[in-house]
């Protein structure tokens, strides 16, 4: 089966037509002519009251910016088009609703240094920039990226490299910020050089969506670097099937045939990505791709976000409709980050139906009921429990 035709960008007709295809291929041009500000937007696309609205209000919270490869993925005619709700402000990012948080999931809390958060005894999260190529609307940590708020976070590496090699008990660092594949060819290589030269970090991976916004980042230099200090583990951040463009295939190609092992994680987005066709064809095609769907994230309370919210129950109703009705690897974990800090945790649907002295039961994906039996006396049990059984062997 030829599959690249699953990877056909849906362009209606590109604002860029004009530009030479090295300009366009070029990661900085695609920085350097962001889409940063209402004015340039409203000459792009027809912008509805309540956007026009979010995006005046956009710098004081979230800046706005979108590279042209993402803005030209959105259907222009479409107000309910699931990228342009990731990426174009709205009105209701400055309502804050019961429950909601700078905050959410707590990390200043369990941050020992600028730039580190240390919540799981053997793995940090170190947030090495506060900028990234786009702006996502929910973003979880709206208070310290893109600089709108005076949250005054000044990503320094150093204290965070020393933090780590203070603490033999990190041995899986984190990147993320901001979008670590910002920074620079030459400090990307510094910082991977530093992790490597700690003899506790084993484990080494970069969270990103630098794949999705600016797949022309993910060029031969860069590859080259994730090799030389590889194994590096990549987690991109796919939500919905139109991201997945036969340019983000052709980056996240580049990307595992340099070592990279690839991770998708997805926020569940309320109109976007909140039904069953959406994730299953979104799953698949990451598979296309080489990329294990690994988190589905229940939204964040970030404040401003209870437009995109879902219920909780939505989410393991999706898992469920999933689980055994299509390839295992392309199941992601559906996961709730705890308000406050109490880390990710897994939300399953519930297959137990009871556990008993003698048997587990439990149901099948097609709702059939089957048990597996729990024989007490057999648990735990060593050759040495058997006399009667190996004694005779022994003598033979
Ligand atoms: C998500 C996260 C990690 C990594 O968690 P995994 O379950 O290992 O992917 C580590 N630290 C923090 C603070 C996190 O939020």
Known sequence: MDTSKKFQEHIVQSPWESVRKNDWDDWKWQLKNRITSVDQLEELIELSPEEKKGCLFANKKLALAIT??????????????????????RVEETFTSKGELLDPVGEDGSSPVEGIVHRYPDRVLFLVTDRCASYCR????????????SYNFHPRFEAGLEYIRNNPQIRDVLLSG???????NNKLDKLLGELRKIEHVEFIRIGSRIPVFLPQRINTELCGILKKHGPI?????????????????????????????????????????????????LIHKLLLMRVRPYYLYQCDLINGSAHLRTDPREGIEL???????????AIPQFVIDAPGGGGKV???????????????????????????????????????????????????
């Open 319 to 329: 898992i469920r409709s999933l689980r055994g009705h299509t390839t295992g690897y």
């Open 178 to 184: 901001g979008d670590p594949l910002l920074l620079s």
């Open 68 to 89: 042209p490869y993402f803005f030209n993925l959105i259907n222009r005619t479409q107000l309910d088009d699931p990228i342009r709700k990731q990426v174009i402000p």
């Open 138 to 149: 929910y973003c979880t940590r709206s208070r310290l990226v893109s600089n709108a708020q």
């Open 346 to 396: 897994p939300i399953n649907p519930n297959y137990i139906e009871s556990i008993t002295e003698n048997a587990i039961v439990f149901r099948n994906f097609e709702g059939k009921r089957y048990s597996y039996p729990l024989n007490k006396r057999d648990l735990h049990k060593t050759p040495d429990d058997y006399p009667d059984l190996i004694e005779p062997l022994l003598h033979n």
């Open 233 to 281: 583990w990549m987690s991109i951040h796919v939500n919905h099937p139109n991201e997945c463009s036969l340019t983000l295939k052709e980056a996240c190609d580049k990307l595992a045939f340099s070592g990279v092992p690839l991770g998708n994680q997805s926020v569940l987005l309320k109109g976007i990505n909140n039904t069953t066709d959406i994730l299953k064809n």
